[in-house]
């Protein structure tokens, strides 16, 4: 079975700092890797995935995050934090069963920007 | 034009009530699912419907009972809630169940039990 696992429940950080949100994964077979943002009070919505194609992928709001297969890691990172960048941050694994799929994620991250 | 959308936002309701949860997709999605969000952010599946048809039933209760009345909505009834029932429910839909498909979620309803 598949699983992540997301290193800090909690990552504060300076206006204009870097972010480095941790998660790394478990699994038996190449994975499919997400990282889902939920703001305060709001649904889940895909930052970016990984689908064995490249190994850097960009998603949106400027993250992004690299699959290293070595380190069995997908680390979520962005060059300069903005004090909208503040939310949960989810890592999540593909997990196919039967043909159906279902998500599995990690336990969050809370970022916190500090002006 | 909300892509994916719950009714109601926020469900506040006594121990032994039974009460419904309802979603529906825009987006001629095939899959849809709830997932449960606890108080401490952990967020899991509890079950998938496709064309549907039940296709992921995690461990829940038995007394949450899916209903989808047709692909584009996806229903969930609870029955004789518990307090440990409290949390956020997100509904969710794909395109398909197979292969690689963004789920797309809703706002979430909150749910508490007194």
């Known amino acids: 079975a598949q699983s992540v696992t997301q290193l800090g429940s909690h990552v504060s950080v300076s206006e204009g700092a870097l972010v480095l949100l941790r998660c790394n994964y478990s699994?038996?077979?190449?994975?499919?890797l997400f990282w889902y943002v939920q703001y305060p009070n709001q649904g889940l919505q895909l930052l970016l995935k990984?689908?064995?194609?490249?190994?850097l992928v960009k998603g949106i709001n400027g993250f992004e995050a690299e699959f290293k297969k070595s380190e069995t890691s997908f680390h979520l990172t962005k060059p300069s934090a903005h004090m909208s960048d503040a939310a949960e941050y989810f890592c999540?694994?593909?997990?196919?069963?039967?043909?159906?799929?279902?998500?599995?994620f990690g336990q969050g991250t809370r970022l916190t920007i500090n002006p | 034009d909300t892509a994916v959308s719950q009714t109601p936002k926020y469900l506040v309701t006594q121990m032994g009530n039974d009460k419904s949860i309802k979603c529906e997709q825009n987006?001629?999605?095939?899959?849809m699912y709830w997932y449960k969000q606890d108080s401490k952010k952990f967020l899991k599946i509890m079950f998938s419907?496709?064309?549907?048809?039940?296709?992921i039933n995690e461990t829940v209760p038995n007394r949450f009972s899916p209903k989808s009345p047709d692909k584009a909505h996806l229903n969930l009834h609870i029955n004789s809630l518990e307090l440990g029932d409290s949390a956020v429910y997100f509904c969710?839909?794909?395109?398909?169940?197979?292969?690689?498909?963004?789920?797309?979620f809703g706002p979430g309803t909150r749910l508490t039990v007194l």
């Open positions: 969710a839909s794909s395109q398909s169940a197979g292969g690689w498909n963004e789920q797309f």
């Open positions: 990984y689908t064995s194609a490249a190994t």
């Open positions: 999540a694994v593909r997990q196919s069963l039967e043909g159906a799929q279902k998500l599995v």
């Open positions: 419907y496709n064309n549907k048809e039940l296709i």
């Open positions: 699994s038996s077979v190449p994975p499919y």
């Open positions: 987006l001629g999605h095939d899959t």
